[in-house]
């Protein structure tokens, strides 16, 4: 299973973006450069799921990191 997003980034910060079980047992993501997407512009990241994954509620994370300091957030879509 494939989960496409669409992101925003002012340039400002490296964003990493995560997709993981309810459990934390399984957990797929990966960043973006600081500069990238530019700002004003809306980049797609695709991230896989492993098998089994399909119809499972998972958490999706963003983190936003800015020179070393990292914060992050949590949301739970529902992923059929």
């Known amino acids: 299973m494939e989960l496409i997003l669409g992101i925003a980034n ?3 910060a ?3 973006i995560y997709a993981e079980s309810l459990d934390g047992k399984v957990k ?6 600081a500069e990238e997407p530019r ?3 809306i980049r797609q990241a695709s991230l896989i799921l492993p098998k089994g ?3 499972q509620q998972i958490v ?3 983190e936003l ?6 914060a992050g957030s949590r ?4 992923v059929r």
């Open 10 to 12: 002012d340039g400002v």
């Open 14 to 16: 490296v964003l990493g």
């Open 28 to 33: 797929v993501g990966g960043n973006l450069d």
């Open 39 to 41: 700002a004003g512009q």
């Open 53 to 55: 994954m399909d119809g």
């Open 60 to 62: 999706l994370r963003a």
């Open 65 to 70: 990191e800015v020179k070393g300091v990292r």
């Open 75 to 78: 949301r739970t879509p529902t």
